[in-house]
């Protein structure tokens, strides 16, 4: 199953043309590779670096900022597992930020699902540089949400409001190394929101499943390239128009990063099957209330 390689500078010349080949891929492996995306790699390089000196911090340190409900923080090796029937927990760990809010924003006060502050690490620079690469995928994410719009026959700015204030979550990993054959870095799963921007090291490990059979296979690394793949609440919205595809990390020959963006729509978002896409398969739900339950699942 090859995952294609779309050329995101179609994304201003050629929209409707990058929107037809997204809906294949969206069909399809239900991932692809995005080249020429628009965001700096210095700022990329940045936060990798940023990343590395939140997680070479001593455990008592990572810990001050341990992961809130709100999905915010740092989550320690042994503390997930994606996969809850394969049985081992993932070898990574993590921190995550989300919509950058203020502690006294009224959508904080008012205690509304997933709002919350973020919780910084004391690393000067730290903050500031994940903030500003999460607004920059957050506009890419808008971005390919406009072509998903357009493929599904839908107006351009169809999703445009159902991502204002999006329940993104940027998430840095750490891999240790391992080997492949023992334990896993991250177990077989779909991921949960609308669309995943990753980022990788280059360090091979992410597989994902060829559909229609048990056989897993590497996702090529394309330098410079996001993967770029379909979650469970965009399948589900689009009625099973799109498919999310499985995928699992394999404890890696060397250390291995990533830097995963998960976009998930505002909290509000309702998802029902949208226009044009057949007799609803699933019940109405919201974007927080589909989050919530998949996350319950995930932390046991
Ligand atoms: O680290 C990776 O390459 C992928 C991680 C992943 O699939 C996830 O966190 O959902
Ligand atoms: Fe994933």
Redesign the pocket.
């Known amino acids: 199953m090859e995952v294609p390689v779309l050329d995101g500078a179609k994304l201003t010349r050629d929209p409707q043309g990058l929107a037809a080949e997204l809906g294949a891929a969206a069909r399809g492996p239900g991932f692809f590779l995005l080249t020429e995306h628009g965001i700096p790699e210095a700022l990329i390089t940045a936060v990798f670096a940023e990343g590395d000196r939140f997680f070479d911090l001593p455990s008592a340190e990572k810990a001050r900022v341990a992961i809130d409900a709100t999905n915010r923080g740092w989550a320690a090796e042994g503390t997930e597992r994606l996969d809850p029937e394969g049985g081992a927990v993932d070898r990574k760990e993590a921190f995550n930020m989300g919509l950058d809010l203020a502690a006294d924003d009224p959508r904080v006060l008012a205690g509304e699902p997933f709002r919350a502050a973020n919780r910084w690490p004391k690393l000067p620079g730290f903050a500031p540089t994940l903030r500003r690469y999460f607004e920059a995928v957050q506009a890419l994410g808008v971005q390919v949400m406009r072509l998903v719009a357009r493929d599904l026959g839908l107006a351009p700015d169809h999703f445009d409001r159902d991502f204002d204030a999006p329940m993104a979550t940027l998430r840095l990993l750490r891999y240790p190394a391992g080997d492949p054959a023992a334990g896993i870095g991250?177990g077989a799963?779909t991921?949960y929101g609308a669309l995943?921007f990753l980022r990788t090291d280059g360090v091979p490990g992410l597989q994902l499943r060829v559909r229609g059979s048990d056989a897993w296979t590497d996702v090529p690394d394309v330098p410079g390239a996001y993967i770029v793949n379909i979650g469970d609440c965009l399948m589900r919205w689009s009625n099973d128009t799109y498919v999310s595809t499985p995928?699992r990390v394999l404890p890696p020959p060397r250390p291995r990063r990533s830097l995963?963006f998960f976009l998930d729509p505002n909290p509000d978002a309702v998802i029902s099957a949208l226009p044009g896409t057949g007799a609803p398969k699933y019940p109405e739900t919201t974007g927080a209330d589909y989050l919530r339950s998949r996350l319950e699942a995930t932390y046991g």
């Open positions: 991250a799963h991921d995943t995928h995963a």
